[in-house]
Every structure is written in structure tokens, then in C-alpha cells.
């Protein structure tokens, strides 16, 4: 008898979601007991990992990925995470156990009222009515999450999977194509307004995705340059390239000033504009005309933009490099300055990204979580590829740590580097163990200086004086590390640093063994 586990399968070989990211409970036996042998269960040890994880290897892939969940305990742990990924948009199908179906009315122990818990950030949620029904739901789910680029959650009673499946039907195409071409008539009025500005000027973001290439051309045939979005999940453009501003400035005066000279921005793949901390004011100057291209329905639709584009970025910007007139202009952007060399004493989280800079490879690819030294970061570490600036765009922490071992997991022949604070590595340093099992040669470097900084500097800044958080550097992240399985090394002094590095990063390519760098910083005066 076919069954709708068996059904369930064949639509997961189908759409190349043979890798399930999971932390098992009672209500997942009936699913994962005698798992054929073409489907790879990977575990981590918290659920939070589990869709960290999941979205690391989906980033890599680009591509939808599988995570399972445990009722009301897993799917509560993950909420931050699938915050995260519907945040960064990305695609995941994510699959949650319930309790019997047969008696779900007389709430048995571990059933869950799951609908809801995690809020609004599924990009769908379902709870197929009949077992015969869970097929179609999570066949939708994968076609959801790929064209929302967001988590789509499945939540499925444990008896549904030994159900009868014979001669039902998928209520799901099997096969979805979505055409990005775009029109050039459609594109008129913005070829018109960039063709006649004085002074134009780029915002790319997160959802430029891997088609710089095309950005990049219009960029250059423009001749403006080229800013980062603030808080992006994602670089948006080369951040070495000549053209390339640096990133914009997080509050609502600082964007006026650094837009000031531009008469046309156009922001790709990025709203407009994010922020921090409130400011009044306007976004732009008076006379700042602003376009906007993106795939995102809620971007467009909430973006204060003259001019608006729901479309593919790479596709309109190619279209756009292909019929603008080249007005002449071009040259360098100045960018913020590098930091002074190494001038003795207690390291500074900025030694630790120098020195980084000068060894990583070209092609690595850099997972940050270290809010209190990201604008150094940015500064010094110029991303010069699409994997080389990546980050929780919506600042909740546990990213870093799992998104690199997932990550490394997809692509296992490219570098891979976690730049992660202390306090941010003790939200996903489950994580480790899972680099260590599945020998996914990971780097991560953890900058320790025993306290939350960025929040200390905000309690100064707001001034309402110290923080009434204590400091936590008892927290030894090394012998953490070592607990879980993986390799650590702790780095206090330079020749410590230097030594480590110039060890490690020739190698990381083919390392298969993951390694954590615990280096003690101090917080800047």
C-alpha cells in the first residue's frame, strides 16, 4: 500500500530536498523510523540550529531547504530563526510534527496549538484537513517558499504518515516556471529618468541576490556610485569595485547628507531606506527623485518611492544597462579609511578584521554576527563576492554559527569564515557540534570581550548611564567549543592571532574539521 509518507518522499527527491535539518521528537518517529537510505538526516541540537543550519545551506544552494520540527517545544525554539529567514528571504520548507490527529480534540500530551506560534513570519502555513491531503501541502509549501523566498511551514499529525495515499490527487503543479523577462516598454519611464540625471546614484541590497553581474553593468554605464543598504542580510553589490560608496548610514540625518548631491536614486533589491533609531525628518533632500526595483511585494508596496518595480533586479537591470545612453561620468567614491597597524598591547576586534582582510580569500565566503564591531567590518572587509558579507537582517542573534555550518555544508569546497561575537555565539554554539559530527570545516572567529558592547554603548549614548547587564567573561567559548566536539584555539596576543591565521586560512578550502578561534578583545575606550 502506498502511503502518504511514501507520497511525501517521492515529492521531496522530486524537488532535491533530500538533506532534512532536524532535532526529532516522539511526534517525528513515524516520518524518520527506517528513513530510506536517499534521504540524509543531518541533526543539530537545538531547534534554533536546526533552521540556522537550514538556512545556511539553502543561502548555498540557492535553493529551498528542509527543516522538521517537534510541536509546541521545536517550533517555539525555531521562531527566531524563521524570523530570521523570512527576514533574509530565504526559501525553506518546514515541516512540523503534531500529535495524533485521533484525539488532537481531548489535547493529548505533546499536542500542540501550533496554528500561529510563530506569527507572521511564515510566508504560508498549513495544517492539511485530511492525511491524504499533506502531499499537496507540502509540494505548495516548496512553491511557496521559492517564489514568497521565505519559510512555508507544514504541520502534520504523526499518524498522517502511515495513511493510505492511493489514487489521491496533489493539489500542486509539479513543475513551476517563473518567467523574469520584462518589458522594455514597461521600462520607459525609468530609462527616462535616469537617462536625464545630473547625478545619479545606486542603493543596492540583500535582494540583489547573486546577479551582480548585471548590476554591476549598469552601475558602469551609469558611472555613479554604488551604496550598500544599512543593515542588509546581504552584500548588494562588490565592495571593491571603483564604484562602490561604502554603506549608508543607518539614521534618517546621516542618509539626507550622504544622498545630498544625488538628484536620482535608485534603490535595487533594498527598501527604502532602513533604519535604526528614529530621527525626524525626511529620507531625502527636497528635488531627490527615487526609484525602486525589487521582487518583494511588501518592499514595494511600503516604500515611499516615486517610481516603483515589482520585477526580477537582474533582469531589469540588464535591460536598463542595455538601453541607457553612456553619459560619461565615472571615477572613485571615497570610502571610509583602514585602521592603523597593530601598535601593541590588548588586541582590538579591529586587529583581529585587519589582519582577516589581509589573509582571506577571494572567493571566501563571510558570515557576520558581531553587531558592536559590524561598521568596522564593513570598513575593512570588503565583500567581493556575493557570499562575502552575509548577515541576520533583522538583527536577532543565533545566525552566525549555524548559517556557517549549513552553508559550508552546501558548498563544502569553499572557504567559509564566522566572524561572530561572544555574546552572539552563546545563542547558536550548539551549532558546534554539528560542524564537529558532520566535519564541515568551518572557521569561526569569535570575538570575546565578555559583554554585550553594542548594548553598552547604547546605554551611554541614550545616556542613562551603565547598564544595569553585568559582564560575562567567566564564559570561556574555547572550552564550550571543545565540550561539543569542536577544535578551539584561545588568541590573547598578536603573534597568538597572526600565527593562527596564517595557519588555518591557505587550507580552509579543503579543511574537514571545523576550528573556533576564542580571541580576547578589548572594548575600544
Request: net charge negative; glycine share 12%.
Amino acid at each position: 500500500m502506498r502511503t502518504v509518507r511514501d507520497a511525501v518522499f517521492d515529492i521531496l527527491r522530486r524537488h532535491e530536498l533530500t538533506t532534512i535539518f532536524a532535532n526529532p521528537g516522539s511526534t517525528e518517529v513515524p516520518l524518520l523510523a527506517g528513513l530510506p537510505d536517499d534521504l540524509r538526516f543531518v541533526l543539530a541540537l537545538h531547534e534554533g540550529s536546526v533552521v540556522g543550519m537550514a538556512t545556511g545551506w539553502a543561502i548555498g544552494r540557492e535553493a529551498p531547504a528542509l527543516a522538521l520540527l517537534h510541536s509546541v517545544a521545536g517550533l517555539g525554539n525555531a521562531v527566531s530563526a524563521i524570523a530570521t529567514a523570512r527576514e533574509n528571504r530565504v526559501p525553506l520548507v518546514i515541516l512540523v510534527g503534531q500529535q495524533d490527529r485521533r484525539h488532537l480534540a481531548l489535547e493529548p500530551f505533546l499536542a500542540g496549538r501550533l496554528a500561529g506560534l510563530a506569527g507572521d513570519y511564515p510566508v504560508r502555513a498549513d495544517q492539511p484537513v485530511r492525511p491524504q491531503d499533506v502531499p499537496g501541502a507540502v509540494a505548495r509549501a516548496v512553491h511557496e517558499a521559492t517564489t514568497s523566498r521565505g519559510p512555508a511551514l507544514v504541520v502534520v499529525p504523526m499518524d498522517d504518515w502511515q495513511a493510505p495515499f492511493d489514487g489521491e490527487t496533489v493539489a500542486a503543479p509539479a513543475r513551476l516556471l517563473r518567467p523574469a523577462a520584462v518589458a522594455d516598454s514597461d521600462l520607459a519611464p525609468l530609462v527616462e529618468l535616469l537617462a536625464g540625471a545630473r547625478r545619479p546614484a545606486i542603493v543596492s541590497g540583500a535582494g540583489v541576490g547573486p546577479g551582480w553581474f548585471a548590476l554591476v553593468a549598469l552601475a558602469e554605464r551609469l558611472g555613479c556610485p554604488v551604496y550598500q543598504e544599512s543593515f542588509g542580510g546581504r552584500a548588494g553589490f562588490p565592495q571593491d569595485h571603483p564604484q562602490y560608496g561604502g554603506v549608508l548610514p543607518g539614521g534618517r540625518s546621516g542618509l539626507r547628507e550622504r544622498l545630498r548631491p544625488h538628484d536620482v536614486v535608485l534603490a535595487v533589491g533594498a527598501p527604502v531606506f532602513r533604519q535604526y533609531s528614529y530621527e525626524p525628518g525626511a529620507l531625502v533632500e527636497p528635488g531627490t527623485t527615487i526609484a525602486l526595483v525589487t521582487d518583494d511585494p511588501a518592499v514595494a508596496h511600503r516604500s515611499p518611492a516615486d517610481l516603483a518595480y515589482l520585477a526580477s533586479p537582474e533582469a531589469v537591470c540588464a535591460r536598463l544597462a542595455a538601453l541607457l545612453p553612456a553619459p560619461g561620468r565615472g571615477g572613485a567614491w571615497s570610502r571610509v579609511s583602514g585602521h592603523e597597524p597593530y601598535a601593541g598591547g590588548p588586541l582590538l576586534h579591529t586587529d583581529v578584521l585587519r589582519e582577516l582582510a589581509a589573509r582571506l580569500p577571494h572567493d571566501v565566503a563571510l558570515i557576520e554576527e558581531a553587531p558592536s564591531a559590524r561598521p568596522d567590518l564593513h570598513a575593512m572587509v570588503p565583500a567581493r563576492t556575493s557570499f562575502g558579507f552575509i548577515s541576520a537582517a533583522n538583527g536577532g542573534l543565533g545566525f552566525g554559527l549555524p548559517a556557517a555550518v549549513g552553508l559550508r555544508m552546501a558548498l563544502p569546497g569553499r572557504p567559509v569564515v564566522a566572524v561572530v561575537g561572544d555574546g552572539s555565539a552563546l545563542y547558536g554554539v550548539q551549532a558546534l557540534w554539528s560542524a564537529a559530527h558532520y566535519r564541515v570545516g568551518a572557521l569561526f572567529v569569535v570575538l570575546a570581550n565578555g559583554r554585550y558592547a553594542v548594548m553598552d554603548g547604547l546605554a551611554d549614548r541614550h545616556g542613562g548611564g551603565k547598564g544595569p547587564w553585568p559582564p560575562f567573561d567567566e564564559v570561556d567559548m574555547g572550552a564550550l567549543a571543545r565540550s561539543l566536539g569542536c577544535p578551539a584555539q584561545r588568541i590573547e596576543t598578536y603573534a597568538d592571532l597572526t600565527g593562527a591565521l596564517d595557519e588555518v586560512l591557505p587550507t580552509l578550502a579543503a579543511r574537514e574539521t571545523p576550528l573556533l578561534l576564542d580571541v580576547v578583545v578589548s572594548v575600544a575606550p
